[in-house]
């Protein structure tokens, strides 16, 4: 363990020295005597991926096993993800990332079989845990169409482009010398090439009898003993798919004119039926209309009724914008399911896995592009089943995330307990048919919650735990605007410009259950979280005016570049009068028709009945100046035992109190600066004094009268005071500017992104409690796409960059020393800037009685605590043994319980802890400051920089946050470069640098987050969530936390043939492929024509991999199996050797006995 000394570090000392490319401390620090003692090492981390949730992106194929139960669904971009029941789901990649264009399960075998785009086919095996491929065979002369694998074969027919079919034995993957050529096929009158393959099957009672379908519309009926054709069966029109009637007698053809062709085998000559389901029938006995090709059908039969015909595609040509169908035939009724997004691909859950008997269909799974649907084909009207996985992460695109390991155990079963009404009725009431797998036996046990932000501006809370996914609740924040009338809704995938209510950042609170979300039209809603119904009469509403101004010299010119102005006096833009409360703001319009004073969305004036779960408390708006819109929000913080929140942007910050519903404090990011601080921004020219439109005063007019002052709509015992060097409200000494802040813990909840349009100038708020809403339109300020988005880096950007306005990176509240060498702590908030700048604003918070139905704000800005290379990500504080500080927060109460239950909760919440102490000359706290280039740590109260760290020189941090690990604590940093790396706390070692995933898309810079115990998130596609860990525990024990795939399950009997067919040869005639297409009789496939790839999960890949990391153990395990092998061969061989000395033996008794009484001349 390696020891560091916190006691009088770099006493006379300054912070200023160069850092180091590895953690370095700074001089006059290493003293053994009182020490923090790092238990966290390097053999503590580890990274790998553990589990991928949400929908497969892009899917192109599907596949079911049905005795297994085990869905699969292959992509373009070669993923594979197979589920089974509730929490069993499993991804693989193909390395070369084809899209997957077939899959066939070996059925009870677990094994599949993979067709790619790219003309390759896998074998997976999936017995173990993480799947694994077996085998690969390239062809490199054939473009594969079509795969079938009969049920109980180990040959796999593999149809081409060229329209041959070649034959692949899967136990060896090995190609047959069996090959049925297209020319040999066809007729051979034909002049014309058939096309590519599009169907194979073998008639469901004669495994001799191959169906091969060809584009063209030609099916022929090849006899694989005689390899000869049979019958050939024309049609006009293109084929698209074929279905077998399970007695073998007739097929279904689905066609590229939205017709059904229905065969008899014994009549090639013609169709013995034609139906078009779609199209309008003539009365004049013409043929109907053509419409849409059927892409795919399926023939079910069924003991006791009608059989069912299910078909996609066939729809009318003149249903222009109709949604996608699937359409179900069964006897005379026609039911046509409409379905949300186009139709991939679907399948027929049947009782059987036998082809020869009656099927029973029960359900059917469709595949679309965005969704997957199960029909349960048993209930009148045909209901859908409620799919217990969690494929509904894009519902809405995802904005942001949060990941939170650890929480309190009852927040799961609160949000279940609320979430669970929300749930839609109407779905069957059978259990989910997909229901294969084990779930896995890991120790992982604690709780585990992800929240999702989505541009519709929805909020999902998601139980995470034991490496599962199950949505608890969903809350929609649009519920609090009012809806534009007539709107067309438009979905998309992306984030676009048209999602005024979409989530930017938000802070979310375990212990309090506060909820603080901020969207991009620049409003911050604050929710509490209730088990019992409301009804809010009016929703309560602050509208703050944070205004840009500029002299007239000063003025930019469109698109020119502004720099940032003086500092100002704290005093400014403090709203210290009151005013009635049900005063009502109106939007102001200039003379020129600016926008003044208005919102960007309408809050709604409608009573809004709220349901158990998360209920508005306030809602925050920053108005339109003078025509310009307000700047959207970057950070947010919430502090639940003084009930504030704060959030700031490139114009400033604004503390507002939730309870009073008031705002508190409002700053320019230029005021946050001593006016002596080294690092402020460079000092501008004194501007003029300009009156704001809309009859608002300028923030620098001390003018006391209260028409020309911005006002609170407060009671008038309500107050904000100001403090100055003359009167202290705070024991600190503000003419100091090196006064320090303390910082919180829930950083991670912050924006890290700057905007990039922001203006300079100095902050002018105005706060109205708004009882009645005016509906007046307005234009929300939206965000750019992903590509437009950008960084502002302070250690390598070019001299325009560096003229970029200021804002607000990062907040946190904490309990720490404002007075440099103080020894009384004292409530302080951290802020962090984009420009790598670390201030402190000491609060003093005073309130008036239980209700908190007054409270004063005193507040003073200490300066610059440090300055560091790129925009501030994240900060934290640990006490003098290297432990988080714990948040400042109270137990969460049910605000609509009644007071009696209230009284009771007020006995057990928790009040702001007890301040430190310091002793003189001793420091208690660190202060833990990361940014996009540098990492940083400062001894509390002696301000003194201890230990600084270069995270990287060539990139920037993207995510950074202080996690918890191995009981104790390190910073978690995911860098552009895709380098994901730990330093330990306080020292700032270096635990982890891998090379994991560069940066390719932004929504994985938006979405990344680190969380306690070693977890990490991030959307590694607009469905998919993609969890890691970096925890070498987890790692370990991954094997026993995943679930498994496959359960030994014996196979259902085959039919009964029935004495008669036994008697007279009707039943299902049996084929031996084994003497048809091996070596033997078939003879060796061409070399040239394919090529075999052995797979990691086979002997040979073993054998590659014993020269990695674990060779030592893989090549034990390679020579085991090798002289298990050996041995086995060995024991085959001495069986036959004594198999053929006792038939030898036999023979020579037989001779004996046979010649024994024989004369030699009888012989």
Known sequence: MKKFNIRKVLDGLTAASSSSSSATAQPGTPRENDVVQETLQSEHFQLCKTVRHGFPYQPSSMAFDPVQKILAVGTQTGALRLFGRAGVECYCQHESGAAVIQLQFLINEGALVSALADDSIHLWNLRQKI????????????????CHLPFQSKWLYIGSERGNIHIVNVESFTLSG???????????????????????????????????????????????????????????????????????????????????????????????????????????????????????????????????????????????GRRACLTVMH????????????????????????????????AVVVLLEKDLVVIDLGQIGYPIFESP????????????????????????????????????????????????????????????????????????????????????????????????????????????????????????????????VAGVSAHVIIYRFSKQEATTEVVQLLEVRMQSEFSEADSPDPGGEQTPTLPTSAASSSPQEAEPPNQLTAGVNSSEGARDNIPCLQVRSSPLKQSPGYQVELVVQLVWVSGEPPQQITSLAVNSSFGLVVFGNSNGLAVVDYVQKTLLLNLGTSELYSPSDPCQRQPRSPRKPRQPSGGFCDSNDGSNNSEDRCKSPTSAKMSRKISSSGEQKLDLDVSA???????????????????????????????????????????????????????????????????????????????????????????????????????????????GGDQKLQQSLSFASCGTLVQLKGGILTMALLDAAGTML???????????????????????????????????????????????????????????????????????????????????????????????????????????????????????????????????????????IQRITYSQETCDNLQ????????????????????????????????????LFGETTAGKASRSLAQHIPGPGSMEGMKGAASGVVGDLARARVALDERGQKL????????????????????????????????????
């Not at 062809?139 to 169409?145: S, W, Y």
């Not at 039911?335 to 009782?351: G, K, N, Q, S, W």
């Not at 839609?424 to 036996?441: A, D, V």
């Not at 552009?976 to 929504?1003: E, F, K, Q, V």
């Open 737 to 847: 500017p090196d006064a320090e802040d303390r910082s919180h813990r829930w950083s991670p909840w912050l924006c890290k992104w700057p905007v990039g349009s922001m203006k300079n100038g100095k902050l002018a708020a105005r706060m109205t409690r708004k009882l009645n809403v005016h509906k007046t339109k307005s234009d929300p300020h939206r965000y750019g796409k992903d590509n437009a988005f950008t960084r502002s880096r302070s250690s390598s950007v070019t001299s325009i960059d560096r003229e970029s306005r200021e804002a607000i990176s990062s907040f946190y509240f904490c309990e720490s020393f404002p007075r440099k060498s103080g020894s009384l702590a004292s409530p302080c908030l951290l802020v962090g800037t984009t420009q790598g700048s670390v201030m402190m604003v000491a609060l003093s918070l005073q309130p």
């Open 1040 to 1075: 026993e936390m995943l679930s498994e795939l496959f359960t030994p399950v014996e196979t259902p009997e085959a039919p009964n043939r029935g004495f008669f067919k036994g008697l007279f040869g009707g039943g299902a005639q049996s084929l031996d492929r084994e003497d």
């Open 331 to 362: 006897g005379k009724s026609t039911a046509v399911l409409e379905m949300d997004y186009p139709i991939v691909d679907f399948i027929t859950l049947c009782e059987t896995p036998y082809p020869n008997d009656f099927q029973e269909p029960y």
């Open 131 to 146: 799947p694994a491929i077996l085998h690969s065979l390239k062809f490199n002369r054939e473009r594969i169409t079509y």
């Open 178 to 320: 069996y090959v049925i050529m297209w020319n040999k096929a066809i007729e051979l009158s034909t002049k014309t090439h058939p096309g590519p393959v599009v169907h194979i099957s073998d008639n469901p009672m004669d495994e001799g009898k191959l169906l091969i379908g060809f584009e063209c519309g030609v099916v022929v009926l090849w006899d694989l003993k005689s390899k000869k054709a049979d019958y050939r069966y024309n049609y006009d029109e293109a084929i698209h798919s074929v279905a077998w009637h399970h007695e073998g007698k007739q097929f279904v053809c689905s066609h590229s004119d939205g017709t059904l062709t229905t065969w008899n085998i014994r009549a090639p000559a013609k169709p013995a039926q034609i139906i078009t389901p779609h199209g309008k029938q003539p009365k004049d006995g013409k043929k109907p209309e053509p419409c849409k090709p059927i892409l795919k059908v399926e023939y079910k039969t069924t003991r006791a009724g009608d059989p069912f015909m299910v078909l996609s595609g066939g729809l009318s040509y003149d249903t222009v």
């Open 389 to 516: 996985y969690p494929l509904s992460i894009h519902e809405s695109p995802v904005t942001c995330c949060e990941y939170f390991a650890d929480c309190p155990s009852e927040l799961i079963p609160a949000l279940y307990s609320v979430g669970s009404r929300q749930k839609r009725q109407g779905y069957s009431k059978k259990e989910w048919p997909i229901s294969g797998g084990n779930w896995g036996q890991g120790t992982q046990t604690y709780p585990e919650i992800i929240i999702t932000g989505h541009a519709d501006g929805s909020i999902k809370f998601w139980d995470a735990s034991a490496l599962m996914l199950q949505v608890l609740y969903k809350l929609k924040t649009a519920k609090v605007f009012e809806r534009a009338r007539g709107k067309e809704e438009k979905p998309s995938t992306d984030i676009v410009d048209e999602d005024p209510f979409a989530i930017q950042t938000l802070f979310w609170c375990p212990e309090s259950r506060m909820l603080c």
């Open 886 to 1024: 714990p948040p400042s927060c109270e137990v969460w109460y049910d605000p609509n319980a009644s007071d009696e239950e209230k009284e009771k909760e007020k006995t057990r919440r928790r009040r702001p802890a007890t301040p430190p102490s310091s002793q003189e000359g001793q420091d208690s706290q660190f202060a833990v400051l990361c940014s996009e280039k540098q990492a940083n740590v400062v001894a509390m109260p002696s301000q003194t920089s201890i230990y600084k760290h270069n995270i990287t020189e060539t990139s920037f941090v993207l995510r950074a946050d202080v996690v918890q690990m191995a009981g104790a604590y390190c910073i978690a940093c995911f860098c552009a470069n895709g380098h994901i790396m730990t330093l330990s706390l306080p020292s700032l070692r270096p635990l982890l640098d891998i090379n994991y995933l560069p940066l390719t898309d932004m929504r994985i810079a938006r979405t990344f987050c680190f969380s306690n115990l070693g977890q990490a998130l991030y959307l590694t596609s607009p469905t998919e």
């Open 1128 to 1163: 086995g061969e060995l024991e085959e061989r001495t069986a036959a050797m004594m198999a053929s000395a006792e038939s030898f033996s036999k023979h020579a008794h037989d001779m004996m006995v046979k010649y024994k009484d024989k004369k030699w001349y009888q012989l």
